[in-house]
Structures are given as structure tokens and as C-alpha cells.
């Protein structure tokens, strides 16, 4: 059977763009911070100065819930992410989002914070923590800053 496209359009197409017949997309800018919110790194050092041992937390690229900025990782075992948000309404959407799927994949034990157009978003997925008293003190400092 033969290709429905003749072989001199296949060969116009490899020639013509360097990545053969496929389509190239663009990287992805950068994440930026928004004015007038409160930065994830500013919160991630004074949760070390705390003694609280952030890890792992690296940009989230997009961005979900519509924020203009997030980051994640882990605090205590917790997982846990700050957004920062250009407007109010869509940090308030993106609070009753993350707060929908956590009765969806039935978290017991998490928080969503907001503070300046951030918001701190903890779950404890694993029962790492009943008592919460790592979730509690990581909000106490959020919301002082």
C-alpha cells in the first residue's frame, strides 16, 4: 500500500523545518511574582529560621489554580504549597478548588491560608502527623508575616 502523501511533499516538509513534520511548541516563560503578595521565599526562610526544614520545594511550572506563581514541597513530611495570586477572586476560587478535591481523594487533615494574595495550602496525605501541631506552627508563621 502506498502513503497517501507523495514522497516530494514529505521531503519539502524535512527540509523546509529543522524538526522534521512536527509541530515545535515554545518553552514555557518563567513564573513570575506578582506585585503586592507575600513570596514563597520569604515564607520558606522564615520557616527555617523557625527550625520547621523545608525541602524539596521548587516552582510549579504553570502555575495551578490560576495563580501567577507557586511553589512545593515538603515541610515535616507534609505537602505543602504557596501560591501567589494577581487577584482576589481567583485566589478565592482556587482556595474552594483545592478544598473540593481534598474531600475527593478524603484528606482528613489539611488548611488553606491566605495572607496578601498568598495562600498556604497544607494536606498530611500520609498521616504523617494526627496532631498537626507541624501544620498549626508552619500557619502561625505565615500569617505573622
Same mark, same amino acid.
Not at 513530611?77 to 477572586?89: Q, V
Given at each position: 500500500?502506498r502513503?497517501?502523501l507523495?514522497a516530494s511533499?514529505c521531503?519539502?516538509?524535512?527540509?523546509s523545518?529543522p524538526?522534521?513534520?512536527?509541530?515545535?511548541?515554545?518553552?514555557?516563560p518563567?513564573?513570575a511574582?506578582?506585585?503586592? @503578595? !507575600?513570596?514563597a521565599g520569604?515564607? +520558606?526562610?522564615?520557616?527555617?529560621? *523557625?527550625?520547621?526544614?523545608p525541602?524539596?520545594?521548587?516552582t510549579?511550572t504553570?502555575?495551578?489554580y490560576?495563580?501567577?506563581y507557586?511553589?512545593?514541597?515538603?515541610?515535616h513530611?507534609l505537602?505543602?504549597?504557596?501560591?501567589?495570586?494577581?487577584?482576589?477572586? @481567583? !485566589?478565592?476560587?482556587?482556595?474552594? +478548588?483545592?478544598k473540593?478535591?481534598? *474531600?475527593?481523594f478524603?484528606?482528613s487533615?489539611?488548611?488553606?491560608?491566605?495572607n496578601?494574595?498568598?495562600?498556604l495550602?497544607?494536606?498530611?496525605?500520609g498521616?504523617?502527623?494526627p496532631?498537626?501541631?507541624?501544620m498549626?506552627q508552619?500557619a502561625?508563621?505565615? @500569617?505573622?508575616l
Amino acid at each position: 500500500m502506498r502513503h497517501p502523501l507523495p514522497a516530494s511533499l514529505c521531503l519539502v516538509c524535512l527540509l523546509s523545518f529543522p524538526g522534521g513534520c512536527r509541530k515545535e511548541t515554545a518553552p514555557l516563560p518563567p513564573p513570575a511574582h506578582p506585585g503586592g @503578595t !507575600l513570596r514563597a521565599g520569604d515564607v +520558606l526562610a522564615a520557616w527555617r529560621s *523557625a527550625g520547621l526544614a523545608p525541602e524539596g520545594f521548587a516552582t510549579m511550572t504553570p502555575s495551578p489554580y490560576g495563580a501567577a506563581y507557586c511553589e512545593r514541597g515538603l515541610v515535616h513530611g507534609l505537602d505543602t504549597i504557596l501560591c501567589e495570586f494577581e487577584r482576589e477572586e @481567583t !485566589l478565592k476560587s482556587a482556595v474552594k +478548588l483545592v478544598k473540593q478535591q481534598w *474531600a475527593t481523594f478524603e484528606v482528613s487533615t489539611a488548611l488553606a491560608v491566605p495572607n496578601r494574595r498568598t495562600v498556604l495550602f497544607v494536606a498530611d496525605r500520609g498521616r504523617r502527623e494526627p496532631s498537626g501541631r507541624s501544620m498549626g506552627q508552619m500557619a502561625k508563621i505565615f @500569617t505573622s508575616l
